[in-house]
C-alpha cells in the first residue's frame, strides 16, 4: 500500500496569515491526490482533486500543487472558518490512503 | 448534483452484524465504482473497500482488516450500494461514508455504527 505522510501534524496561525501544508507519498502517485478540510462531527468537504484542480464552490484562497510524491495545500489568507482538520488522500492504486491529517488551530 | 445517502448505522454486539446501505442519485450509478471509508470517533480516515461497476467485473476489494469479514455489494435496479458487516468487533466503531470518484470524491453524510457490549 502507498503510504502518505503529511506536516506538520499541527499548526498554529493567525487570521490573514499564508500557510502550507505538505504531503507525501511513499511511491509516485503522478497527481492523483486529493485534499479535504474537516471540522468536527462533519463529513470530509474536498477542496482540491488531482492535485490542483479546484472544487466547485472552494473559496480561491485554497490552492495545490506537486505531482509525483510531493504535493502542497496553500491557504493564502487564513480565515477564521478554515481551522480545522486537513487530510490529503491518494487515488493512484488501491488500496487508497490518507495522510494522518494537519490540524490548523488558530495562534 | 451527485447525492450519497447512507443508512443502518446503530449499536451491535461484538460478534454481531449489520448492514449498512447507501442510496446514489446525481449520477450513472450502473457505470460507478463505489466506496466505503470510515473514520473511527478521534481518528483518521481509512478506505474499507471498493466494489467495480458491473459491467467491469463488479469485484470488490477490501483493507486487510475488514478482509473475510465484510462484503460489499451492489443493487444497480436500486442505485444503491451495501456494506454487510459480521464479526465485528470494537474496533468497527466508526463513522461510514460511501464514496464516489466524480471529478473528485463524493462523499455521503455517514453513518456510525458502534460496536459495544
Known amino acids: 500500500d502507498i503510504q502518505m505522510a503529511q506536516s506538520p501534524s499541527t499548526l498554529s496561525a493567525s487570521v490573514g496569515d499564508r500557510v502550507t501544508l505538505t504531503c507525501r507519498a511513499s511511491?509516485?502517485?503522478?497527481?492523483?491526490l486529493a485534499w479535504y478540510q474537516q471540522k468536527p462531527g462533519k463529513a470530509p468537504k474536498l477542496l482540491i482533486y488531482?492535485?490542483?484542480n479546484l472544487d466547485s464552490g472552494v473559496p480561491s484562497r485554497f490552492s495545490g500543487s506537486g505531482s509525483g510524491t510531493e504535493f502542497t495545500l496553500t491557504i493564502s489568507s487564513l480565515q477564521p472558518d478554515d481551522f480545522a482538520t486537513y487530510y490529503c488522500?491518494?487515488?493512484?492504486?488501491?488500496?487508497?490512503?490518507f495522510g494522518q491529517g494537519t490540524k490548523l488551530e488558530i495562534k | 448534483e451527485v447525492q450519497l445517502v447512507e443508512s443502518g448505522g446503530g449499536m451491535v454486539k461484538p460478534g454481531g452484524s449489520i448492514r449498512l446501505s447507501c442510496a446514489a442519485s446525481?449520477?450513472?450509478?450502473?457505470?460507478?465504482?463505489m466506496s466505503w471509508v470510515r473514520q473511527a470517533p478521534g481518528k483518521g480516515l481509512e478506505w474499507v473497500g471498493r466494489?467495480?461497476?458491473?459491467?467491469?467485473?463488479?469485484?470488490?476489494d477490501y483493507t486487510a482488516p475488514v478482509k473475510g469479514r465484510f462484503i460489499i455489494s451492489r443493487d444497480d435496479s436500486k442505485n444503491t450500494l451495501y456494506l454487510q458487516m459480521n464479526s465485528l468487533e470494537i474496533e468497527d466503531t466508526a463513522v461510514y461514508y460511501c464514496?464516489?470518484?466524480?471529478?473528485?470524491?463524493?462523499w455521503g453524510q455517514g453513518t456510525l455504527v458502534t460496536v459495544s457490549s
Open positions: 464514496a464516489v470518484l466524480s471529478s473528485g470524491w463524493r
Open positions: 446525481g449520477f450513472t450509478f450502473t457505470n460507478a465504482w
Open positions: 466494489i467495480k461497476s458491473n459491467t467491469d467485473g463488479g469485484t470488490a
Open positions: 511511491q509516485s502517485i503522478n497527481s492523483w
Open positions: 488531482k492535485a490542483s
Open positions: 488522500q491518494q487515488y493512484n492504486s488501491f488500496l487508497y490512503t
